[in-house]
């Protein structure tokens, strides 16, 4: 599918960064103009892929291009105030092409957590076609402000957009390494599942046609209705012969019927494994609303078969009918995978924890600010009578 996609805010525009070096890289064209909006000069000049004209700085005249430093109530009003700034860089896309927005930020900060519910309104505002949120969720040892302005802004985003895709940091931390030093690790899996779902459908390079059944109102459909949505992802490597044809890991020539089973089953196995694996979010996928299964590689490799098998295994799984499906022919992958979009997820403890922690984050937030006021006063009023102020 076409997508106009925004990154707001410094994790947004990384994001974004990553998805443009994935376009080039696989040949596909999926985006249109990418854009990224930030309140701060440098994280704007660290983008690598983004094309400059494209990239929006605003609350200048606040900030002075320092960024917001986590304040997203004072993030969501320089977006306010600087709309147009950020209209006039959406201005340079063909609209008329585009399937969809996609808005991506992470909720903990201030200008992504902050502008991207308020750009995802304008944009409904504004235009016909729908507008799908990337929301990152901070690690919950980021500490209190960040999980407080990540559950303000997620309720907020979900509100103003037509789907929230959420990506939950916490549950991709590595072991033993910090979080900043995981993040390049962390947007490519952004990426590579992302970038699955939406390029399922398009043109790789001048001459190979797509014949995918999975289009962009497959996809559309998928999110239409609104609510949070999960991805998960899994994928086996396919060997290339010696002859340039491919060939699977336990393949036995001559074969046939072998060779398909064989592809049957791999291909059901690959969406088990996507969807009871690591989710961008992990959930009790039982009451999922809609879902879509891709699966992708080289042509010979997607068996009708197993994708049906694995569309019967996500309607049972799920509990629910509404489940697509197709393939995605790449010729050249060395790879075939399955990602499997579930959408209308309720049961996500991680948001109730999120919510439990950020509400107590408030109170406490509340209750230092009190003390603070009687401190100072306390502070103060020690000698007062012996110094006078100065003034
Ligand atoms: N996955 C991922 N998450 C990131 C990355 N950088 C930051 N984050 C997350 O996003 C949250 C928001 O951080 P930023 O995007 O840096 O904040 P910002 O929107 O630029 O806002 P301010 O810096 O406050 O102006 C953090 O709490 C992290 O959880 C990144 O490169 N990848």
């Known amino acids: 599918m076409k997508l106009a ?44 892929h983004v094309p400059t004209d494209n990239r929006v700085l605003i609350g200048q005249a606040r ?12 993030g969501a009003e320089i977006a306010e105030q600087d709309i147009d700034e ?29 502008g991207a519910p308020v750009l995802a309104k304008h944009l409904k505002r504004i235009y016909t076609e729908p507008v799908f949120g990337l929301g990152v969720l901070p690690a919950a040892d980021e500490g209190g402000i960040y999980t407080l302005n990540a559950a303000r802004s997620f309720q907020t985003f979900v509100r103003e957009s037509d789907n929230v895709l959420v990506f939950d940091n ?27 779902l939406f390029g399922a459908g398009e043109t790789v390079g001048n001459d190979r046609v797509a014949e995918s059944v999975v289009d962009s109102s497959e996809i559309i459909n998928t999110l239409a209705g ?15 012969t010696d002859d340039g044809g491919l060939r699977s890991r336990i393949r036995r020539d001559g074969d046939d019927a072998f ?43 997607l068996d009708r078969k197993g994708i049906e098998r694995g569309r019967s295994w996500l309607e049972e799984e799920t509990g629910s009918m509404e489940v697509r499906g197709g393939d995605y022919p790449i010729p050249d992958a060395e790879t075939v995978a399955s990602a499997v979009l579930f959408s209308g997820v309720h049961k996500v403890p991680r948001i109730k924890e999120l919510q439990r922690v950020a509400i107590e984050a408030r109170e406490n937030i509340d209750r230092l600010q009190a003390e603070s006021d009687d401190n100072l006063d306390r502070l103060l009023d020690e000698g007062s009578e012996e110094i006078a102020p100065l003034y």
């Open 86 to 114: 950020v209209q006039a860089a959406l201005d340079e896309i063909p609209v008329h092409e585009v399937d969809a927005f996609l808005i991506v930020a992470g909720l903990g900060g201030g200008t992504g957590s902050g």
């Open 226 to 240: 609104g609510g949070v949505s999960t991805v998960g992802y899994a994928a086996e490597s396919v060997r290339t």
């Open 259 to 301: 060779d398909e089973t064989n592809t049957t089953n791999r291909i059901t196995s690959l969406v088990r494994k996507a969807a009871l694996g690591r989710l961008t979010l992990p959930c009790d996928l039982s009451g999922t609303e809609r879902s879509l299964l891709v699966v992708g590689g080289p042509p010979g490799q």
């Open 63 to 74: 900030v002075k291009g320092h960024g917001v430093g986590a304040d997203n109530e004072l």
């Open 170 to 196: 916490d549950a991709w931390r590595q072991t033993g390494e910090s979080m900043r030093g995981g993040y390049d690790e962390i947007n490519r899996e952004i990426v590579r599942r992302f970038g699955m």
């Open 5 to 48: 996609l925004i990154g707001f805010g410094q994790a947004g525009g990384k994001i974004v960064d990553e998805f443009v070096a994935y376009e080039r890289r696989t040949g596909l064209d999926i985006f249109s103009a990418p854009v990224a909006v930030n309140t701060a000069k440098t994280d704007l000049h660290g983008l690598e």
